[in-house]
């Protein structure tokens, strides 16, 4: 009895341990060193015209560049706070690259470079301007480093994602 116990002893901190950095979390993955979102949407016969016309009154995605089978470029800074205290770069608003291929009926979007838009900086009459590049917080030894405030972050980031690319049903002109 006194083996087991010792040997669960031993056994216990390694589990805890063995997922500290995994390389999915939510719809975020790492790709070539990367952080990247990726999802894949699916639509019915009609939607699909449905979300690329939401896509381009959103101010969210209003400035990205539309072509026959994709849509790219740069998202304009949502102003959504992702979480109030820690970590302290995800106070501030994002934007990030996306491209969103399209194919019948679905659409497969990935977010890349999600930069939050951080403070400018004084420093001896000298100003530089604070930009936070989320892989440089969450990405450890190439993968993603599972703590609580970076899980926060990343499932509060991917439900606003999944949100920009679900048809809203807005039928009140209020």
Do not use: C
């Not at 106070?91 to 009926?105: G, Q, V």
């Not at 004084?122 to 892989?135: F, H, I």
């Not at 969450?138 to 703590?147: Q, R, T």
């Amino acid at each position: 009895m006194k083996n087991k116990f010792i040997i669960l002893l031993l056994l216990i901190p390694t589990v805890s341990f063995s997922q500290k950095y995994i390389d999915t979390l939510y719809n975020f993955k790492v790709n070539n060193g990367d952080l990247i979102w990726q999802k894949v949407f699916e639509y019915k016969n009609n939607e699909l015209q449905k979300i690329i016309n939401q896509l381009k009154i959103d101010e969210f995605s209003s400035s990205l560049k539309h072509e026959k089978k994709t849509i790219s470029g740069r998202s304009k800074k949502t102003k959504k706070n992702l979480v109030k205290f820690s970590p302290y770069f995800a106070a501030w608003p994002f934007d990030s690259y996306l491209n969103i291929d399209l194919k019948e009926n679905r659409i497969r979007v990935t977010a890349t470079s999600i930069i939050f838009d951080g403070p400018i900086l004084k420093v001896s009459g000298a100003e530089q301007k604070q930009n936070y590049l989320l892989q440089n917080s969450v990405l450890k030894k190439g993968k993603i480093n599972n703590k609580k405030k970076y899980n926060n972050v990343l499932r509060k980031l991917d439900s606003i994602f999944i949100s920009k690319f679900t048809i809203s049903n807005k039928t009140s002109d209020w």
